[in-house]
Every structure is written in structure tokens, then in C-alpha cells.
């Protein structure tokens, strides 16, 4: 299994910034895809910033020229840094994962995980 562990949210005011970090681990071959998603309630999961498969990253909208998305391939480890943040920011941000995984006798299966989710909030 591989399993996603985020840190980093947390109150702060309108105008701050928050580093969102994303760790995976596990029976890890390869991560294809990594990336960041949020959700308020009531409201359906939606992408805030990706690494995709063919190796660009995607942004919402809302987001693009506020958030940064980084990754440190080594530890299997995605960041968001979030900078300008207004209070509609405001949500559960969940890491994804996808890519392969090992199985028994070495072979190997596609998995897609997800963390248990971060709750940033952004208000004064």
C-alpha cells in the first residue's frame, strides 16, 4: 500500500502564507502524477495544483500566480506554497498520488491514494 501524510495548514490571516508538504511512502515504484486538491463542504473535491503525468503542472485558476507547487523526487514529496491568501482559500486540502506499486512476487499495480486531508484557514 502506499500511504500520503501531509503537515502545514493552520489559521492565518488574509494576506499570509502557508507551505503545505505531502509525503508518501510504502511499496513505492513509481509516482506518475502528484498533486494538490481541496474542498469545503458541501462542495465537490477540486484541483488546485498538479504535477501530471507527461511531467507539467497544472493549476487552478483561483490559484495561479498565489500558489507554487514543488516537489522533491527523492522523498517521494510534493509541496504547495501558498502565498497571498484571501479567506475563499479557505478549505481541506487533500495530496494525491499516482503510479505504480509493488506487489507480491515483485510484480507490480497501479495505485492512487489519497492523504487524510489538512484543514487551512484563512481568516482574520
Known amino acids: 500500500q502506499v500511504q500520503l501524510v501531509e503537515s502545514g495548514g493552520g489559521l492565518v490571516q488574509p494576506g499570509g502564507s502557508l507551505r503545505l508538504s505531502c509525503a508518501a511512502s510504502g511499496s513505492i515504484f513509481s509516482i506518475n502524477a502528484m498533486g494538490w486538491y481541496r474542498q469545503t463542504p458541501g462542495k465537490p473535491r477540486e484541483l488546485v495544483a498538479a504535477?501530471?503525468?507527461?511531467?507539467?503542472?497544472n493549476y487552478a485558476d483561483s490559484v495561479k500566480g498565489r500558489f507554487t507547487i514543488s516537489r522533491d523526487n527523492a522523498k517521494n514529496t510534493v509541496y504547495l506554497q501558498m502565498n497571498s491568501l484571501k479567506p475563499e482559500d479557505t478549505a481541506v486540502y487533500y495530496c494525491n498520488a499516482e503510479g505504480l506499486r509493488y506487489i507480491t512476487g515483485g510484480r507490480r499495480t497501479d495505485f492512487s491514494s489519497w492523504g487524510q486531508g489538512t484543514q487551512v484557514t484563512v481568516s482574520s
Open positions: 504535477f501530471t503525468s507527461g511531467g507539467s503542472t
